[in-house]
């Protein structure tokens, strides 16, 4: 088993508050691991903090490491926009920007410096393509990105999170606000995706874990409690937390 | 109190209150209707474009090319020196800021700026722009004291603009690797755009209207021809209407004069305030 | 990790408070000189204001008497007025007329104050001097009323928006208590907006006293100690514009001028600040409650 992210002994605060409280785990590569758990767990806090974007609040402050890379992406040496290129992340409503498709695409090559038109077209195929959006806007392509379903635009977000190749993509709840058809969809891009990119999503369904993760932790009050492979997880889970959470004895 | 004896208590507050506001808003709207009727009377084309002269008695003559031509020159000239760094000051205020009183002052010097008398700016612009940096009594000293009034009003509503972009657009810029100044230069700035836009022009119906930080750094009553560089004085259409007030000999004659420079004045400001308007109701419709 | 971007918005970020502090330094660098030919009590508390006398003299106290009459009486038609109009453009007015009610006094609030110096000129002078037989009709009235003309705008506007921003559960708290539209508004509105009310008076006033063009046209420039309101006046804002156009760089006049400037500036800073505070103060209850 190849691992991506090596989580060791990581706690949170957001002023005096603990929300995560020394979570250690490895995330196996090119796989998609599902984090799932009651809402409050510090599931979403956990995945914002790998790609640092809590970095920006004031009263966010943390112990421990994520190593990638052999490196900890938490110190900070580690240029948070080199971590961010590499660590792409999708949101929980999507989040186009009120531009064309196409500039929403190539805007994470615009900023780290391609200019180059040719790259930049094959890179908006391409990206759609994996997102399975390009044959729904390949005639469109500069037409305002709101103008989109929600389901099409959250795809679109997946494929301006994957122009610019990232090693690990993170998802925060992506399809918690769109219909259960564009759910599936996205569900299936995911799977696609995750033989090349290794997929760490939130979510509070547990049946969507099911469908999509080859692996899943489970968070409860800040604490991981059990991470193991999905169908250890959903089938036989060593702790009775996890039986009860996944019996629906609390959500 | 019975509830009759309530409700006519309303009443007649509400009535009373009608009476008085009808008044005041009547008052204002004689204002313009006075400016209107007074000006038409001497608004022409020759008016609008020829030279201003003077006979031997001091009657005013010709028309208000020159001051037109002044108004908007400093305007202009103005709003390139306080546009750029008003809006950058703003986003300073909305993307950059941190916890901490600091910003909480620094918010509170832009509002006191905004508070600072014209006619201290006039001062400031004479010692600083005309003395010290030896620009003289000139369109370059004036449109220099004209941007510092502008530069609050432009901060002011590029800060609030900005803040009001949602923050998921920051954060989706964040997470695909943009720094700072991207995400508020690429991703936030173009969303706030189009209100930053209403803040310029109330910022130059502002500055075009002042008298008195022109006063003294660069505005003269009399020009012979149009200005051609920015390091001469200048006429300018406010300054025309208090020159010719409080100078003029012939007093009947130049209040005419005057109310053709009100009016036109008043129409160029009226007309920016109705582009903020139409702008407001456009950006409302997007969003 | 800063880059030159960044840096340019850091300084420009900083620019409203180093004009601030460049205001302050030039208005007290080019006044203190004066204290070589007049001492600090003659300027304050000097009673006549001759600067091109021989001897001249550089008191500014008839001036400020002038500006505090002018100010008051502005505030005091201004302030009731704008209460009024706001009341009556968020609980009067029919809906529709509201939105045109609000665009025209946001037009008229920017009607350069030049213009009200020339209807107060050569309207109001006229009519005060002909028909109500004053001695003159460029008078303290005459600049107060073309004074609160021109300012009612911005405390009704932002009257308005605290009106209108009252949470509408206090509102209907009341209603259900069976308070009518006019019960609600004096018994819970209004006393709820003591704070904000506070501080547009003071935001008002900063506005009022450094107003120049009006008061130099219309109040008829004599700078004696009125005893009433239908005498001419001179305030320490016009005395500036009236003059500084004559006065030669580096004289002891020039240097008053700036004194009067330093003065007005720092009134005016202060007037500004508690304004600010008071509203900042009184959004901070609110954020609580």
């Known amino acids: 088993m190849d691992v991506d992210l090596k989580i060791e002994n990581l706690s949170v605060y957001f002023g005096q508050k603990q929300i ?76 186009p920007f009120p531009k064309s498709i196409y500039e929403n695409v190539v805007f994470g090559l615009k900023i780290h410096g391609v200019k180059d038109r040719k790259i930049l077209d094959e890179t908006v195929k391409s990206s759609l393509e994996s997102a399975s959006l390009y044959d729904q806007v390949k005639d469109r392509l500069s037409m305002n990105a709101y103008k989109l379903s929600g389901g099409q635009q959250q795809r679109l977000c997946i494929a301006r999170a994957l122009a610019i190749k990232p090693e690990i993509l993170l998802l925060d709840e992506p399809t918690s606000a769109i219909d259960p058809l564009a759910t599936k969809q996205i569900e299936e891009v995911l799977e696609q995706i995750s033989k090349e990119i290794t997929i760490l999503i939130v979510t509070h369904n547990i049946q969507q874990a099911a469908r999509i993760a080859d692996y899943i932790a489970f968070f409860y009050m800040g604490k991981l409690v059990e991470f193991s492979k999905a169908e250890k997880i959903l089938n036989a889970p060593n702790e009775k937390l996890t039986d009860d959470y996944l019996t629906g004895m609390y959500g | ?265 008043i129409t160029l400001i009226a007309l920016m305030n109705i582009a903020i308007v139409i702008f407001r109701s456009k950006t409302r419709k997007n969003s | 990790m800063k880059n030159i971007i960044d840096r340019i918005i850091f300084v420009s970020g900083w620019v409203s408070i180093a004009i601030i502090v460049a205001i302050t330094f030039f208005l007290f660098y080019n006044w203190i000189p004066l204290f070589k030919t007049a001492s600090p009590i003659e300027f304050f508390f000097g009673t006549l204001w001759y600067p091109t006398a021989i001897p001249p003299f550089y008191g500014i106290l008839p001036l400020l008497d002038a500006t505090v009459w002018i100010s008051f009486l502005t505030i005091l038609i201004t302030f009731p007025s704008a209460f009024v109009l706001a009341i009556f453009i968020t609980h009067v007015a029919p809906k529709r007329l509201r939105y045109f009610l609000k665009i025209f006094l946001e037009i008229f609030s920017s009607v350069p104050s030049v213009i009200l110096g020339l209807i107060g000129l050569s309207i109001v002078a006229p009519y005060f001097q002909s028909v109500l037989n004053m001695d003159t009709g460029q008078n303290i009235l005459n600049a107060a009323l073309m004074l609160s003309l021109i300012t009612i705008p911005m405390p009704t506007s932002m009257m308005e928006d605290f009106i209108s921003a009252f949470s509408p559960e206090q509102k209907e708290g009341a209603q259900a208590l069976g308070a009518n539209e006019f019960e609600t508004l004096t018994k819970v509105i209004i006393p709820g907006l003591k704070g904000p009310f506070a501080s547009i008076a003071m935001l008002s006033l900063g506005r009022i006293f450094g107003e120049t063009m009006i008061v130099l046209m219309v109040a008829g420039n004599a700078a004696i100690f009125p005893t009433n309101i239908f005498q001419p006046a001179r305030v320490l804002s016009s005395t500036i514009a009236a003059e500084m156009g004559e006065t030669p760089v580096d004289t002891p006049h020039f240097y008053a001028l700036f004194g009067i400037g330093a003065v007005l500036f720092v009134m005016t800073f202060l007037i500004n600040i508690i304004g600010e505070v008071i509203r900042i103060r009184y959004e901070r209850q609110m954020m609580k409650g």
């Open chain 1, 20 to 95: 995560l409280d020394s979570i250690s785990f490895e995330i196996p590569a090119r796989s998609i691991t599902a984090i799932i758990g009651p809402s409050g767990c510090g599931k979403s806090t956990f995945v914002r903090t790998i790609n640092r974007m809590n970095d920006r609040f004031d009263d966010f402050s943390h112990k421990g490491s994520i190593i990638f890379d052999g490196k900890d992406v938490l110190s900070n040496d580690y240029p948070v926009e080199e971590l961010r290129k590499k660590i792409g992340m999708v949101f929980q409503k999507p989040n």
């Open chain 2, 1 to 265: 109190m019975s509830f009759k004896k309530r409700m006519l208590k309303q009443r007649i507050a509400f009535l009373s209150l009608s009476i008085v506001s009808i008044g005041i808003l009547f008052a204002i709207g004689s204002i313009f209707a006075l400016i209107l009727v007074n000006g038409l009377g001497v608004l022409n084309w020759n008016f609008l474009i020829s030279i201003t002269s003077f006979d031997f008695k001091g009657v005013t003559h010709g028309g208000i090319g020159p001051a037109i031509a002044g108004t908007f020159m400093v305007t202009g000239l103005g709003l390139v020196f306080a546009v750029p760094v008003g809006i950058l000051a703003g986003i300073y205020l909305s993307e950059y800021r941190s916890k901490g009183k600091i910003f909480n002052v620094l918010r509170m010097m832009v509002a006191n700026l905004a508070g600072v008398p014209s006619v201290v700016h006039g001062l400031f612009g004479l010692a600083v722009f005309a003395v010290l940096f030896k620009f003289g009594l000139s369109i370059l000293s004036s449109a220099l004291t004209l941007s510092i009034l502008a530069l609050p009003i432009i901060i002011m509503t590029t800060e609030n603009a900005m803040r009001d972009v949602p923050n998921d657009l920051r954060e989706a810029s964040y997470s695909l690797g943009a720094k700072k100044w991207q995400s508020a230069l690429l991703v936030v700035f173009p969303v706030a755009a189009s209100k930053i836009m209403t803040g310029v022009i109330l910022a130059s119906a502002r500055i075009a209207g002042e008298t008195a930080p022109i006063l003294f750094t660069g505005a003269t009553l009399y020009l012979a021809h149009y200005p051609t560089a920015i390091n001469q004085q200048f006429m300018a259409l406010p300054y025309m209407i208090y020159g010719l007030m409080t100078t003029s000999i012939n007093i009947s004659a130049s209040t005419n004069f005057a109310y053709g420079i009100a009016l036109v004045l």
